[in-house]
């Protein structure tokens, strides 16, 4: 753990963050968040907390907090497809060695809809890139 904490504190939403200005300044030594901003990461919006008026420096890093958090949450979703095709293999083996009858009963419909939905959209998505090229 470092002795300094970082100037400002994200606290994480689901569409961005209330963003606070970190003081330890203070008779108290207290540790005191003060927050500035709320921050849209979808739209790109930062709104000033009340009445406040960000400085550039607020601002610079509120920029610099969404530009790391969207390279974060697109790393996260390229990181659950990739779970998602390890659990299609697991699923695959499961249905290949382990499967009932019943529980393949109950899952069959679901996983060809599923799949069909799945090859459909990645088949028009391909054909799609192809003629741009």
Do not use: C
């Not at 790391?68 to 990181?79: F, G, H, N, T, Y």
Request: proline content about 2%; cysteine-free.
């Amino acid at each position: 753990m470092t002795d300094a904490l970082p100037e400002y504190y994200f606290r994480v939403r689901e569409n961005g963050a209330a963003v606070f200005r970190v003081d330890t300044e203070n008779r108290q030594r207290r540790i005191e968040m003060d927050q500035i901003a709320v921050v849209n990461i979808r739209k790109g919006d930062i709104k000033p907390q009340g009445d406040r008026t960000l400085s550039p420096a607020d601002e610079t890093a509120i920029r610099d907090w969404i530009d790391a958090r969207q390279k974060l949450l697109a790393q996260r979703d390229l990181d659950d497809i990739f779970r998602s095709i390890d659990h299609l293999n697991l699923t695959t083996q499961w249905v290949q060695s382990k499967a009932t009858e019943t529980q393949l009963e109950a899952v069959t419909d679901h996983l060809l809809l599923a799949m069909h939905d799945l090859r459909s959209t990645l088949v028009r998505k391909k054909a799609d890139r192809l003629v741009k090229k």
